[in-house]
């Protein structure tokens, strides 16, 4: 999870996010170009990278400078087996490598069905954006390309330029600044290590790592029982969701003192909500399940693990600078560290970008042998489509650490914790100790 060079980890050519969008309608390949450039000259995290030498770390923000834009046939003439072709561009160019230096961090490829008919995807390298920044990049895309087109468009809002969000929190979170949160976190995470999960190989074992994905479905009757006991409860789809998860790892691993992380945004104040950038932060939820007699009581305090956790926010750096031994279940031999995530969010359906109309692809079925890279462990994403009403599962593994087999036992397994708990939240609950 940290700093490994420019060829592993978070700073190597695999750490990309990748999204795909269908356009419907004719594209005009010239104003895809400039529309792409004029993204890249808006958001300077896109031509931005990181100085790391010994004793220095900074930005150095570069000139705007032409996105690369492929563009590809796709010869498939049935509408109906378009969908998977997407998804299997999407996966191939997930494998793809993409170096921190190679600016702009921005890089496109357009694969056209037929005139009418196309998918776009945005590779960018994942120290330059997160999904929200995805969002944006497409919609200031969108409009940027109409007005190439010739068409009126309204004013994009002001995009705050990330070097003023890292100043912010430089000064916010300074070492001398007084910030609540410290003891906050001092206090919560004292004895205790964030979960680890018995991997199937030793780090030390040195087998050859890249990033897998399992993907799975939740039934729409399963995810909507979910969804009706956080209403119920007052929560949300992610407090129910990771209730679940922790008593599926309280009977995995017989911890009932469970410390899940979770990637969260932190955006900071509203001037940086249209700021293209990395602002994900690692946040350890931590909850004591011991004497919880029905799963209705583990959703009650996970819900207070959460609202106590997003109230005091600060940067996982410094997070485990207040209770280091937190972090231990990273350097384990034999563990493996399970992120946990949840999506719901609108779908961008026929956006209209003058005249082509832009929906996101957002319906991932196909497994795949080689992804992004997850720098260490595992990232377990649940989507919520709202077209379907299902939810879309993704475990994102390093191969190093779990075999696939593995993994599609543990989402398995997750999804039979999830329909026994949503069904019967006031059974009794029999937790391993």
């Not at 007084?178 to 205790?192: C, D, F, I, S, T």
Request: some cysteine; proline content about 6%; charged content about 25%.
């Amino acid at each position: 999870m940290f700093d490994q060079g420019d060829e592993e980890g978070p700073f190597g050519p695999l750490y990309n996010i990748v999204g795909g969008w269908r356009l419907t309608g004719k594209t005009d390949t010239e104003a895809l170009q400039e529309a792409l450039n004029d993204v890249v000259a808006r958001h300077e995290a896109l031509r931005t990278t990181v100085v790391r030498t010994p004793g220095e770390q900074r930005q150095e923000i570069h000139p705007p400078t032409p996105v690369s834009l492929t563009v590809r046939e796709i010869p498939e003439p049935d509408p109906a087996l378009r969908d998977r072709r997407a998804e299997e561009l999407l996966i191939e160019l997930e494998g793809g490598r993409y170096g921190v230096t190679e600016l702009p961090l921005l890089h496109a490829v357009l694969g056209r069905f037929d005139e009418d008919d196309a998918v776009l995807v945005l590779v960018v390298h994942h120290t330059a954006a997160d999904e929200v920044s995805m969002q944006l990049v497409i919609r200031d895309l969108g409009v940027l390309y109409a007005r190439r087109r010739g068409h009126e468009t309204g004013q994009l809002p002001q995009a705050t330029p990330f070097r003023d969000f890292a100043a912010w929190e430089r000064e916010r979170y300074a070492p001398t600044a007084e910030v609540k949160a410290r003891a906050y976190w001092r206090e919560q995470l004292a004895g205790a290590a964030i979960t680890g999960v018995p991997s199937d190989h030793r780090k030390s074992a040195g087998v050859p790592k890249k990033t897998s994905v399992h993907r799975f479905l939740v039934d729409a009757e399963l995810t909507s029982a979910a969804l009706a006991l956080a209403k119920e409860t007052r929560g949300s789809a992610f407090m129910v969701l990771l209730a679940a998860y922790k008593v599926f790892l309280n009977e995995r691993v017989g911890a009932t003192d469970v410390a899940v992380p979770t990637m969260a945004s932190g955006r900071g104040p509203a001037r940086f909500e249209n700021t293209v950038g990395a602002f994900f932060n690692f946040v350890p939820l931590r909850t004591d399940l011991s004497g919880a007699a029905t799963f209705r009581e583990v959703v009650e305090r996970t819900r207070a693990t959460c609202l106590k956790a997003y109230g005091n926010f600060l940067p996982f750096g410094q997070v485990v600078a207040e209770a280091p031994a937190s972090a231990a279940s990273f350097a384990a031999d034999d563990l493996g560290v399970v992120a946990f995530q949840v999506f719901q969010f609108p779908a961008l359906e026929a956006e209209e970008a003058g005249d082509l109309r832009i929906s996101e692809i957002r319906r991932r079925l196909l497994s795949q042998d080689v992804s992004t890279d997850i720098p260490d462990g595992v990232m377990f994403q649940l989507d919520i489509d709202p077209r379907s009403g299902e939810m879309l599962g993704h475990l994102g593994f390093n191969t190093n650490l779990f075999r696939e087999a593995t993994m599609r036992e543990f989402a398995a397994g997750f999804v039979e914790v999830l329909a026994r708990t949503v069904a019967a939240p006031d059974a009794p609950l029999e937790l391993a100790s």
